[in-house]
């Protein structure tokens, strides 16, 4: 019996042995995982922690770049309002420029040639209603790019050419009477032409093209013109036929006293001359023998023979 109770408080201690080295086993790995943790923690907040230094470096980097360089397109002219002195005269062309940061601020002008058409609908001299449309390629002037902006702006196509076009045209227009709109078309055009570049040049503006589209009257007029046109062409048919009698009475006239002249002629040459007659009878029987030598119920015999008894 004593045997078995010190194998049994034996097995007991080692139990209780093997439970504590399990434990410090345990404590010893949660330790070094708690270490290694921390150790990974610390990593990755060194590694964030210097891209974002580098990332406040890059943004304001960038910053200063966006604040220091523009881009000017193609086709386009900037100028450099500046805090400090306003608008410069200095025009920068396509590319990349300089700027002041936060002092200077680019303005950008496109100085393209562009399209425009402009309308109006005003009278003529003769008080008819005409619509009219002229179109236009502008550009600004480029070594006055600057007045352009502190006097009219960017929008200046929209401020400065409806109201010119409108006026040159209304004043041109009422110089002349409807119909000369038509027959003076060319003359007309140069007049517009040369008063809408004097007026866009006051402004700065350069007219490249400038043409008439289109030319419009009312239809009351239109009507009236056809109608005009219409009694015109029957006018100048009754001319032509009045015209065509009195030539033709006149035609008759004179070969009627053509034949009276030559009859009278007639007359005095067989009176004075026998031989004018005989002439006449040798070249009335000379027609008859052609007439009948033409025809194929004619038949010619010999005189000295007797064609009966040779047909016997």
Do not use: C
Request: aromatic fraction near 6%.
């Amino acid at each position: 019996t004593r045997t078995h109770t010190n194998t049994h408080e034996h097995t007991r201690t080692h139990t209780n042995t093997q439970n504590l080295l399990y434990s410090q086993t345990q404590e010893y790995n949660t330790e070094n995982k708690d270490k290694m943790a921390k150790q990974v923690v610390d990593g990755l907040v060194g590694v964030l922690n210097a891209a974002w230094k580098i990332g406040a470096g890059v943004s304001v980097a960038g910053l200063l770049a966006a604040q220091t360089l523009y881009v000017v397109e193609p086709g386009h002219s900037a100028l450099i309002f500046d805090r400090f002195q306003g608008v410069k005269e200095e025009e920068y062309n396509a590319g990349i420029h300089f700027k002041v940061p936060f002092v200077q601020y680019p303005v950008m002008f496109d100085v393209r040639t562009q399209p425009r058409i402009l309308r109006t609908e005003t009278g003529t001299k003769d008080m008819q209603m005409v619509g009219l449309a002229v179109r236009v390629l502008y550009e600004p002037e480029r070594t006055k790019l600057s007045k352009i902006y502190q006097n009219i702006g960017l929008e200046y196509a929209d401020q400065v050419l409806p109201s010119i076009g409108n006026e040159v045209m209304k004043a041109v227009v009422a110089e002349y009477e409807a119909h000369e709109l038509v027959t003076l078309r060319e003359k007309v055009a140069k007049t517009i032409v040369s008063r809408l570049r004097t007026r866009a040049k006051n402004y700065n503006i350069r007219l490249r093209d400038i043409s008439i589209t289109q030319l419009q009257f009312s239809p009351e007029y239109t009507a009236a013109v056809e109608r005009k046109q219409v009694a015109q062409q029957l006018t100048e048919r009754q001319r032509f036929l009045v015209e065509k009698a009195r030539e033709e009475k006149r035609a008759t006239i004179i070969r009627v006293e053509g034949e009276t002249e030559a009859a009278r002629l007639i007359t005095e040459a067989m009176k004075t001359s026998p031989e004018f007659l005989e002439l006449r009878k040798i070249e009335a029987a000379k027609e008859i023998a052609e007439t009948l030598a033409r025809s194929r119920q004619i038949t010619y015999l010999p005189q000295s023979t007797n064609v009966l008894m040779s047909l016997q």
